[in-house]
C-alpha cells in the first residue's frame, strides 16, 4: 500500500525473487466524502485483497492503513515502512498541527491543480523535482487530499500488533527516527527510501518474510 497521495509506481523498484513471492499492488480509493471514518474506507479496501493470509506492506500513511485492514482480515504479517505502529510514535509537529488545527490551511485545492504543471523554465533541480512529484504523487484529488490529511493526523492506536515489523530510514524527515522504537533503521534512509534505498529494502523484505 503506498503512501498519501502516492501511486503503486513508488514500488517499482523493489525486486523478490519471482520463484518465490509473488506482489500485489494496492492502489488509494476515493473517500465516499472527506468524512468518512478510516474504519469503513479499510473496509471497501480489504474487498480488493483476494488472497488469504498475505504479507501486507504499507508505506507511510500506507503503514497506517495496512494496520487498519489487519483489523478486518487475518493477515500473516504486517510491515510498515517509513510510518508509525501506534501513538506513542506521532512526532510533536503532527501534535501540534491536530490541536491547533493547522492542517485546515493544507492546500488541498491547489495541489489539485498541479497536474500537468509545465517545466518550462524551471531550473534543473527542480525541474527533476517536479517530474518525479507528477509521477508518484499520482492522487490530487482534493476531497482525498482532506480526507488523508485528516486521518494522518488522527489516527490513534495505543499499542502495535504483535506480527508487525517496521523498517524506517534514520533521516526520515516526516516521521523523526527519535521517536520511532523498536525498528529496523535504514541509515541514511529519507522518507522517499521506499525509491532511493530499494535494493536495501528489498534486501531487507526478502530476509522477513
Known amino acids: 500500500m503506498p503512501g498519501l497521495a502516492a501511486s503503486s509506481k513508488i514500488f517499482e523498484h ?3 525473487p519471482k520463484d518465490q513471492y509473488e ?4 492502489e488509494w480509493l476515493m473517500p465516499e466524502s472527506a468524512k468518512e ?3 469503513n474506507y479499510c473496509k471497501r479496501l480489504a474487498k480488493e ?7 501486507l506492506i504499507g508505506v507511510s500513511f ?5 494496520q487498519e485492514l489487519s483489523k478486518i482480515i487475518t493477515v500473516q504479517k504486517i510491515i510498515v515502512i517509513s510510518s508509525i505502529k ?3 510514535e506521532v512526532p510533536r509537529h503532527f501534535i501540534f498541527m491536530q490541536r491547533t488545527r493547522f492542517y485546515k490551511l493544507f492546500p488541498s485545492g491547489r495541489i489539485s491543480k498541479l497536474n500537468g504543471f509545465p517545466t518550462f523554465g524551471l531550473s534543473r533541480s527542480l525541474k527533476r523535482k517536479m517530474e518525479l512529484y507528477n509521477k508518484y504523487l499520482a492522487i490530487r484529488d482534493k476531497i482525498y487530499l482532506d480526507w488523508a490529511v485528516y486521518h494522518v493526523l488522527h489516527w490513534k492506536k495505543e499499542e502495535s500488533a504483535t506480527n508487525l515489523v517496521h523498517i524506517h530510514g534514520s533521516k526520515d524527515e516526516i516521521f523523526p ?3 520511532i522504537k523498536n525498528s529496523i533503521i535504514i541509515e541514511g534512509g529519507t522518507h522517499a527510501m521506499i525509491i532511493t534505498k530499494a535494493k536495501k529494502i528489498s534486501k531487507t523484505l526478502e530476509e522477513l518474510i
Open 177 to 179: 527516527a527519535k521517536y
Open 37 to 39: 471514518s478510516i474504519e
Open 49 to 55: 485483497i483476494v488472497h488469504k493470509n498475505p504479507v
Open 23 to 26: 506482489l500485489h499492488f494496492l
Open 86 to 88: 501506534h501513538s506513542e
Open 62 to 66: 500506507g503503514g497506517m492503513i495496512v
Open 14 to 16: 523493489i525486486r523478490m
